[in-house]
């Protein structure tokens, strides 16, 4: 590739003018004084802090807590565009647990030498713990979040799979709420399909895993690790809208393999735990002893079928970036079928071959931490200084297992509200997979934004915002708004 800039794909604009799914939207901006923008921009920002969406960034000074800027302009998916990426992205998780199912038991695809033993086996994230266990349903990663990028019209890339503990999907229905309440009237001009039942159906799959035992109303609860986890809004705001308990690790006890919760009317069994605490701390029995936020014995209540955990144990082997780049061979080999998802094209640096190309190209490509997150560990080669490509040199070569590196892909741009006035600013989308008895998508995800002119760094820890994503109904605008009747548009304020 070359090390010049490629454009970015206007998602708002084409060469022959504004994209139909954005007519409504570009006619808005253009209506709307500066300084009405700013005015709800202020509002959506005292919103979310009465609110308290939080988000805390670790290693600043006691690990602060940050507002995660919100963008007023929303970002559009025509509905033929969300139904392409939508059938992609059940295709791509039910092969995702099919190679979980399989890593955990037979370990087929390692034996047909479609996957690197090595590479599996040895890897940090593969818990030797879970090989036997067959989790409740069969299913090992109930919410799965799928970053994704899009640089055409009809060019969408998988960046990254997340399999573990996936966060933000209380922002996606935190914009929602925000926009419905600061743009009524903006939004009853769309036909946009709803968010708003994510909860519920998070609740129906958590249940649909249930142990055989549970019966028919399972008891669920929702392990934190605690207040100071960067996550922790999230935790409780999901709990509440799911009618269920937030617990953390001192709420539980394991007796004779059975989990319990403690009450104040006396212990109470839990079938189902959405756990959004790390594979290490969960249980001191089974993994970390030196955990104090884990729940001794549970691994043995979960081995026993005693309990279902959501995420299962071990799913980080699947959403590892070493073995990102063999999902399409996943594809291939558990369902038969093509990969309707492209990948971004990466080079492993512990191959050889792949590690030369590397160490030549620094300067067009971006490296990654095998097993980073968050935009920590990441550089941007392009923007980067060469002292900072040599640091990255020396680092690959000390221990190139720890890096991949990919292409620096030129990320489509929706219009932003910035300081300067509206902008062109790089996005991606996080949509939320939920694998029970059935594989449900609420339409759209977390759109997130990078607020710095030529950034392509949108993670939240790193100073990216949020958007709205709007899915439309139909191509064109017209019709009310999710919970929106026509009396609440006519008697709203502003937002036209």
Same mark, same amino acid.
Request: net charge negative; glycine share 10%.
């Given at each position: 590739?070359?090390?010049?800039?490629?454009?970015?794909?206007?998602?708002?604009?084409?060469?022959?003018?504004?994209?139909?799914?954005?007519?409504?939207?570009?006619?808005?901006?253009?209506?709307?004084?500066?300084?009405?923008?700013?005015?709800?921009?202020?509002?959506?920002?005292?919103?979310?802090?009465?609110?308290?969406?939080?988000?805390?960034?670790?290693?600043?000074?006691?690990?602060?807590?940050?507002?995660?800027?919100?963008?007023?302009?929303?970002?559009?998916?025509?509905?033929?565009?969300?139904?392409?990426?939508?059938?992609?992205?059940?295709?791509?998780?039910? !092969?995702?647990?099919?190679?979980?199912?399989?890593?955990?038991?037979?370990?087929?695809?390692?034996?047909?030498?479609?996957?690197?033993?090595?590479?599996?086996?040895?890897?940090?994230?593969?818990?030797?713990?879970?090989?036997?266990?067959?989790?409740?349903?069969?299913?090992?990663?109930?919410?799965?979040?799928?970053?994704?990028?899009?640089?055409?019209?009809?060019?969408?890339?998988?960046?990254?799979?997340?399999?573990?503990?996936?966060?933000?999907?209380?922002?996606?229905?935190?914009?929602?709420?925000?926009?419905?309440?600061?743009?009524?009237?903006?939004?009853?001009?769309?036909?946009?399909?709803?968010?708003?039942?994510?909860?519920?159906?998070?609740?129906?799959?958590?249940?649909?895993?249930?142990?055989?035992?549970?019966?028919?109303?399972?008891?669920?609860?929702?392990?934190?690790?605690?207040?100071?986890?960067?996550?922790?809004?999230?935790?409780?705001?999901?709990?509440?809208?799911?009618?269920?308990?937030?617990?953390?690790?001192?709420?539980?006890?394991?007796?004779?393999?059975?989990?319990?919760?403690?009450?104040?009317?006396?212990?109470?069994?839990?079938?189902?735990?959405?756990?959004?605490?790390?594979?290490?701390?969960?249980?001191?029995?089974?993994?970390?002893?030196?955990?104090?936020?884990?729940?001794?014995?549970?691994?043995?209540?979960?081995?026993?079928?005693?309990?279902?955990?959501?995420?299962?144990?071990?799913?980080?082997?699947?959403?590892?970036?070493?073995?990102?780049?063999?999902?399409?061979?996943?594809?291939?080999?558990?369902?038969?079928?093509?990969?309707?998802?492209?990948?971004?094209?990466?080079?492993?640096?512990?191959?050889?071959?792949?590690?030369?190309?590397?160490?030549?190209?620094?300067?067009?490509?971006?490296?990654?931490?095998?097993?980073?997150?968050?935009?920590?560990?990441?550089?941007?080669?392009?923007?980067?200084? !060469?002292?900072?490509?040599?640091?990255?040199? !020396?680092?690959?070569?000390?221990?190139?297992?720890?890096?991949?590196?990919?292409?620096?892909?030129?990320?489509?741009?929706?219009?932003?509200?910035?300081?300067?006035?509206?902008?062109?600013?790089?996005?991606?989308?996080?949509?939320?997979?939920?694998?029970?008895?059935?594989?449900?998508?609420?339409?759209?995800?977390?759109?997130?934004?990078?607020?710095?002119?030529?950034?392509?760094?949108?993670?939240?820890?790193?100073?990216?915002?949020?958007?709205?994503?709007?899915?439309?109904?139909?191509?064109?605008?017209?019709?009310?708004?999710?919970?929106?009747?026509?009396?609440?548009?006519?008697?709203?304020?502003?937002?036209?």
């Amino acid at each position: 590739m070359s090390a010049s800039k490629p454009a970015a794909f206007d998602e708002m604009r084409a060469e022959d003018g504004v994209r139909a799914a954005y007519a409504e939207i570009a006619a808005w901006l253009r209506a709307t004084p500066r300084e009405d923008l700013d005015r709800k921009r202020h509002e959506a920002e005292l919103l979310f802090r009465r609110i308290g969406i939080t988000f805390a960034v670790y290693g600043e000074g006691g690990d602060p807590e940050r507002l995660i800027p919100f963008d007023i302009i929303p970002r559009i998916i025509a509905r033929s565009e969300w139904e392409r990426l939508s059938t992609g992205l059940r295709q791509r998780v039910r !092969a995702l647990n099919a190679f979980l199912a399989d890593v955990y038991g037979k370990q087929e695809i390692l034996r047909a030498g479609k996957v690197p033993t090595a590479l599996v086996l040895e890897n940090e994230a593969y818990r030797k713990e879970m090989v036997g266990i067959v989790p409740p349903g069969g299913i090992y990663t109930h919410v799965s979040g799928i970053d994704m990028v899009r640089t055409g019209p009809d060019e969408f890339y998988v960046l990254e799979d997340n399999c573990r503990t996936p966060s933000g999907v209380s922002y996606m229905l935190e914009n929602r709420e925000a926009m419905l309440r600061l743009f009524p009237r903006l939004c009853a001009r769309h036909r946009i399909a709803p968010v708003s039942r994510y909860p519920e159906e998070l609740l129906e799959t958590l249940k649909a895993v249930a142990p055989a035992r549970a019966g028919a109303d399972p008891t669920v609860a929702l392990l934190t690790p605690g207040p100071y986890n960067s996550a922790y809004y999230e935790h409780c705001f999901l709990a509440d809208e799911m009618g269920v308990e937030v617990v953390e690790g001192a709420d539980l006890c394991v007796q004779d393999e059975v989990v319990y919760m403690r009450t104040t009317a006396g212990p109470k069994r839990v079938d189902v735990i959405y756990r959004r605490i790390d594979d290490d701390f969960l249980d001191p029995e089974a993994f970390r002893p030196d955990s104090l936020v884990g729940v001794p014995g549970l691994m043995a209540a979960y081995r026993a079928g005693n309990v279902a955990l959501a995420n299962a144990p071990g799913g980080g082997i699947a959403d590892d970036k070493a073995i990102y780049p063999y999902v399409p061979e996943m594809v291939r080999f558990y369902l038969g079928e093509e990969p309707l998802l492209a990948n971004v094209p990466t080079f492993l640096c512990e191959r050889e071959e792949d590690r030369k190309y590397v160490l030549s190209n620094l300067h067009e490509l971006v490296v990654k931490l095998a097993k980073g997150s968050g935009g920590y560990g990441m550089l941007i080669g392009p923007h980067a200084t !060469a002292a900072q490509r040599e640091e990255f040199r !020396a680092r690959i070569l000390a221990r190139p297992g720890d890096y991949i590196a990919q292409p620096t892909l030129a990320l489509s741009t929706c219009p932003t509200v910035v300081e300067q006035g509206i902008a062109p600013r790089h996005v991606d989308l996080r949509p939320f997979v939920l694998s029970g008895k059935e594989i449900r998508i609420v339409p759209g995800g977390l759109t997130r934004v990078a607020l710095k002119d030529g950034s392509l760094v949108v993670n939240s820890s790193q100073g990216g915002g949020t958007k709205d994503t709007w899915v439309l109904e139909d191509e064109g605008p017209g019709g009310l708004a999710e919970g929106q009747s026509q009396s609440q548009v006519q008697s709203a304020g502003l937002g036209c």
